[in-house]
């Protein structure tokens, strides 16, 4: 019976992920802005000067070997399900200029294809001045690029200087250009057959974007009987992101590198923000413990229609949700519109905890997951039928889907974008605060 139960549940998360998209918000520079631009420690902070990551890594090498070998003992003694680093991949000072970023990319386990050049990227209706513009590519290995528009990204130089809020939202979006793509043994990289990360808990271990699915998402507040046949839900790895990110920031003020101090910073904020979306923090928003197990055993008496149905609705309302947040900044940035509720919101003042490593799984995801079937049924009532409660439909293939604000507008449903906007305007209160916390804490730290 135990060995059924955990089929089952095999069965239904390896599976029930696969058409759930990994993005937690589509742009992250839009929800960085109002929150960073509105706090001092920030905005009063002196200009920095742009240097390589080679430049960072040499000189940080000594320091590196030690402290990313405290990392590792940190996440092996917090982290139940973490899989330790191989002993051949831990950082060693080598003083080879020419191997260093593929060291610390082994060490830390991104993708080692990833750019990592320097660059910003800008909100809505910024100039790029006398800046070069660059294309997708450049910053970024992914191959489907399509969701760029409205998107400006610019070069930077070493030794160019720039003010540390540009470098700090812009490093917020960062980890989606494709740091965290194929770190598993059964994605097809060959990095990921030597990080030993294992295979895939959960996701599409196909698909691009479907192989960060566990480095993104924090399932950790799923029902008692989810956890219990499928305790790998939990595999989930935005917290050692989190702490790492931290940590190297910490090292890079540290030592004088304040570019690098900000840019790694923006980098942890980016999975602390993806943590307060509900569709990061549940598996299938909307659907019951009870309703997950029958649709399963269906599922594997050959009937799949029912678990179909079920993820398509919940991958076309985690898009609609995202995209609709999207489109509301971006019209507020393109209209100078400061004044807009969320804008407003994230940028407001707040009181700030002193951040703490159980922020991200005890309190951050634990809101989120609370607020997530909340959030489910005011998008099924809010927005028209046939875009997320008609499983026959995909949303991505929906020709309005880039101009949802004005389908909600004339969907006849006239305090249909209110509710929409007021509960998101709630979920974005976490990460005015938490973000916030988190910044702090590092700048406290530093010299």
């Not at 742009?27 to 960085?32: D, G, K, N, S, V």
């Not at 993820?311 to 971006?330: D, T």
Request: aromatic content about 10%; glycine content about 6%.
């Amino acid at each position: 019976m135990n060995r059924y139960f955990k089929k089952l549940g095999l069965v239904l998360f390896l599976f029930g992920l696969i058409s759930i998209r990994i993005y937690a918000w589509e742009i992250h520079t839009l929800i960085a802005q109002p929150v960073f631009s509105s706090m001092d420690e920030v905005v009063s902070a002196e200009d920095v000067l742009v240097t390589s990551l080679e430049e960072f890594l040499i000189l940080a090498e000594l320091y590196l070997e030690e402290t990313l070998q405290e990392e590792e003992m940190w996440a092996r003694s917090n982290l139940e399900f973490y899989a330790p680093l191989p002993d051949s991949l831990a950082f060693k000072a080598t003083n080879d200029v020419e191997s260093v970023r593929q060291r610390f990319a082994r060490a830390i386990r991104i993708n080692p294809q990833s750019k990592l050049i320097s660059y910003l990227q800008l909100v809505p209706g910024a100039k790029p001045g006398t800046r070069n513009i660059l294309v997708p590519e450049d910053v970024t290995p992914l191959k489907e690029n399509d969701g760029f528009y409205n998107v400006t990204f610019v070069k930077l130089a070493p030794g160019d200087s720039i003010d540390p809020l540009s470098v700090l939202v812009s490093a917020n979006h960062e980890p989606d250009l494709g740091l965290d793509i194929g770190l598993y043994e059964n994605n097809d990289t060959d990095w990921g057959k030597y990080y030993g990360m294992g295979t895939q808990p959960f996701g599409d271990a196909k698909l691009e974007y479907g192989s960060q699915a566990p480095i993104h998402m924090g399932l950790y507040h799923e029902a008692a009987l989810i956890n219990m046949v499928a305790p790998f839900v939990k595999d989930c790895y935005p917290e050692y992101r989190i702490h790492l990110y931290k940590t190297l920031s910490e090292l890079a003020f540290s030592l004088g590198h304040d570019y690098w101090g900000w840019r790694f910073m923006g980098w942890g904020l980016h999975y602390l923000a993806d943590l307060t979306q509900p569709y990061h923090s549940r598996a299938l928003p909307g659907v019951g413990t009870f309703k997950m197990l029958v649709m399963n055993v269906m599922d594997m008496m050959g009937r799949s229609r029912m678990k179909d149905d079920a993820i398509r609705l919940v991958s076309n309302r985690h898009m609609a949700i995202e995209l609709l947040e999207r489109q509301l900044l971006e019209r507020a940035y393109l209209e100078n519109d400061m004044d807009y509720l969320h804008i407003k919101t994230l940028s407001a003042e707040r009181v700030i905890p002193e951040y703490m490593d159980l922020f991200p799984r005890e309190i951050i995801t634990k809101k989120a997951a609370a607020r997530s079937k909340k959030l489910d049924k005011i998008i099924a009532k809010n927005f028209p039928h046939q875009l997320v409660s008609d499983p026959n439909y995909k949303l991505g293939d929906f020709a309005g889907k880039n101009e949802l604000v004005d389908v909600l507008n004339n969907s006849g449903n006239p305090e249909a974008l209110k509710r929409l906007e007021t509960e998101l305007n709630d979920i974005l209160i976490d990460f005015s605060v938490y973000g916030r916390s988190y910044a702090r804490s590092i700048l406290s730290q530093t010299p």
